[in-house]
């Protein structure tokens, strides 16, 4: 019975295979791009189809970096490194390490050439670049006369701004004479005092776009006195004036929206501006006249008479405290009087007498706590309520305790 195989088992089977591909690993293929997208991480995933096939590619941003130009779709080129399988998709796809337009690759050595010189020399250096400024009213053009290039400017510039003013030298753009065409043009404005410079041209292919190329021009655009914006061709398209100029545009119509500015969003930043100032003096107005009542509410307070109103309210308040404190003082002392007064009658003699009760003495006075203490023929006196009586004690009878008469009385077992 044949043998049974998971899905990954099988994928990395055939992942190993492409792997151990001498050929697969090594590989240059030719092909237009198509689906180029640039990822925020640095990587780029693209396609690369002929007439009849197409390859899935990436590229990572290790590599990207390396790349002397940005691609762009129907763009042909060739692409090396290798074909493997991306295991969780079970598809194999190139993983590519370097880029080269195709039929193209003396014009692109030329440049990577001059770039690097340029480079090395610091012309691209960024404490060289110029600010552009935000509200210029004076721009020069140098870029050819017809075409959409210039019509696209002068359009955005006039819907934009209508007081800024446009100066157009008309140069060559391409073909033999451009360059020179080109740096008059730049240095002609340049003497002008204006503003800023556009430098720039449509879309094209490599060769058309060449004369922004030349050393010439970047010499002149870097030794420019005047901002200048480098728009040539389209947004993947770079050149060497891109690098050494102020600022890139990515076509000229960009160039035109950077350097005028919206004359309508000015003046209404304007208003938005006075409308804050305004408001910020009425704030601040509301705020030193609170602080001005806020002071007067202080001085009100801190008035010798108001002070000593208060010092009064004060004593009076404490004559207050002091008066119902002694109140409850004596009321307290009183009650504890009342309260010892009787106790102190309760423990009277009178008191007991008013109850009916006698307090007998001898003939000394002093009180008879037992009848052995009075002898018959003896004199006792008797203390009443209203008064007290002299008598003889004829007899005499003892009362025995009571556990003494329980025990007289009691039957013998």
């Given amino acids: 019975m044949a043998s049974i195989y998971s899905v990954k088992q099988v994928t990395a089977y055939i992942s190993n295979m492409f792997s151990q591909d001498y050929a697969l690993n090594r590989i240059l293929i030719k092909g237009e791009i198509s689906n180029c997208k640039y990822h925020t991480s640095g990587h780029i995933y693209f396609t690369l189809k002929d007439n009849s096939s197409m390859i899935a590619c990436v590229m990572f941003a290790g590599n990207a970096k390396n790349l002397t130009f940005r691609m762009r779709e129907g763009q042909s080129v060739v692409a090396g490194g290798s074909i493997r399988v991306y295991e969780r ?14 039929g193209t690759g003396d014009l692109y050595h030329r440049f990577e050439l001059l770039k690097q ?70 240095t002609y404005l340049d003497s002008l005092g204006l503003d800023c410079l556009i430098v720039g041209r449509g879309g094209g292919s490599i060769e058309d776009l060449w004369a922004f190329n030349d050393e010439g021009v970047a010499r002149a655009i870097f030794d420019c006195e005047t901002p200048v914006i480098s728009a040539v061709g389209h947004e993947t398209d770079f050149t060497i004036a891109d690098f050494v100029a102020d600022m890139r545009a990515p076509t000229p119509s960009a160039a035109a929206e950077l350097a005028v500015f919206d004359y ?118 008797l203390r009443l309520k209203d008064g007290k009586l002299n008598v003889t004690v004829n007899t005499r009878e003892s009362r025995e305790p009571e556990h003494l008469l329980e025990k007289r009385t009691g039957y013998d077992d």
């Fill in 264 to 381: 309508a969003a000015f003046e209404e930043k304007l208003k938005e501006q006075k409308r804050r100032l305004e408001a910020a003096a009425m704030d601040r107005v509301f705020r030193y006249r609170s602080e001005v009542e806020k002071s007067l509410l202080n001085l009100r307070l801190l008035h010798p008479g108001n002070r000593l109103l208060q010092e009064k309210q004060y004593l009076a308040d404490l004559e207050d405290r002091l008066l119902a404190a002694m109140e409850r003082k004596v009321e307290t002392r009183r009650h504890v009087l009342e309260v010892a007064a009787a106790r102190l009658n309760g423990l009277s003699p009178l008191a007991r007498l008013s109850g009916g009760y006698v307090w007998a003495m001898d003939e000394k006075e002093k009180p008879l706590e037992s009848v052995k203490q009075a002898d018959p023929g003896s004199r006792v006196t």
């Fill in 117 to 186: 010189k340029l480079s090395d020399m610091g012309m691209f250096a960024p404490e060289y670049k110029q600010p552009i400024p935000s509200h210029a009213t004076k721009i020069g053009i140098v870029t050819a006369p017809t075409g959409a290039a210039i019509q696209d400017m002068i359009h955005i510039s006039s819907r934009r701004n209508p007081y800024v003013q446009l100066y157009l030298y008309p140069a060559l753009v391409q073909g033999d004479g451009a360059p020179e065409s080109i740096i008059r043009g730049i």
């Fill in 89 to 102: 998709d079970g598809k194999y796809q190139m993983y590519v390490t370097q880029v080269r337009p195709d």
